[in-house]
């Protein structure tokens, strides 16, 4: 369980809270709708960070109108995520759950049941905040999840209260090996967002939507190492309204005599998965984030439009 103490929060924040809960949602919806139009023509940089990954993922696939729309889509899902975020601060688990279903609840229930420590692999996909809180809500697992802190003191503050709820506790991304070792001694649980950009260092050379990017080997090594069960899992939604958390297939990890050939094989699943669901909705992703900046660096810094 999280010990930690509470840190209280901004006076500003909870007068902002209290107008945002006495808004209907339809009327926050609306706004967000608004915004997201005024993002895609003010935000030139992420905009255009935005078109470069789509045209790397989908090429011609996709016409201009399509990923226009997807970009714009891309804007509403993050609003509306930063949005619930601060909704959902100080939120009851009933709260929580009554925005949520949960799909293929007996993978999850199987993982507990074997006894084995769980590392969840996820994206910056759908409603992820909530998502997080509600399977921590819901199964009462003790969770630990990595996240690298905000720049701005105030605002990390908030965003640590909100996702340390219902017992889940926060690493932060520097130096997390420690952490996320010990999480696994104690055959706990541990959740990691993979979808995201590294360094040569630090992360494993892989395929994803058919061109090399770099991937985090971490949820490998220690699945690999502490024979851990890494169960997929993403939120998505019809209407920004209800959210639906999906638990994927356990991924399998190899067991051969070349240990670095396993994890190299299990991070090439765990990109698979997310390219798979992605692929399957596209506009739920954050496409503002340079994907494949590690090797197509050049094409972000470039901007005709």
Known sequence: MNDRPRTPLPLGFRLLQGILRAIPYRVHLRMIGLLARAAVRIDRRHTHVARVNLDLAFGDTLDESEKARIVRRSYENLMVVALDTILNQGASKEQILSKVRFENEAILEEAIQSGRPIIFVTAHYGNWELGTLAIAAKFHLPLSVVGRPLDWDWANRILTATREQFGVRMIPKRKAMKPM??????????????????????????????????????????????????????????????????????????????????????????????????????????????????????LYKRDKR
């Open 181 to 298: 070792i010990e999480v696994m001694r104690r055959r706990e649980t541990l959740g990691l967002v993979v979808d995201q950009n590294t360094s040569e260092k630090q992360g494993e050379l892989i395929g994803f939507f058919g061109h090399p990017a770099r991937h985090t080997p971490a949820a490998a090594i220690l699945a690999r190492k502490f024979d851990a069960v890494v169960i997929p899992v993403y939120s998505h939604t019809t209407d920004y309204r209800r959210w639906t958390v999906t638990f994927h297939e356990p991924l399998p990890m190899p067991r051969s005599d070349d240990p670095e050939a396993d994890i190299l094989e299990h991070v090439r699943l765990q990109a698979a998965v997310t390219e798979r669901v992605i692929r399957q909705k596209p506009d739920e992703w954050l496409w503002l984030h340079r994907r494949w900046k590690n090797q197509y660096e050049e």
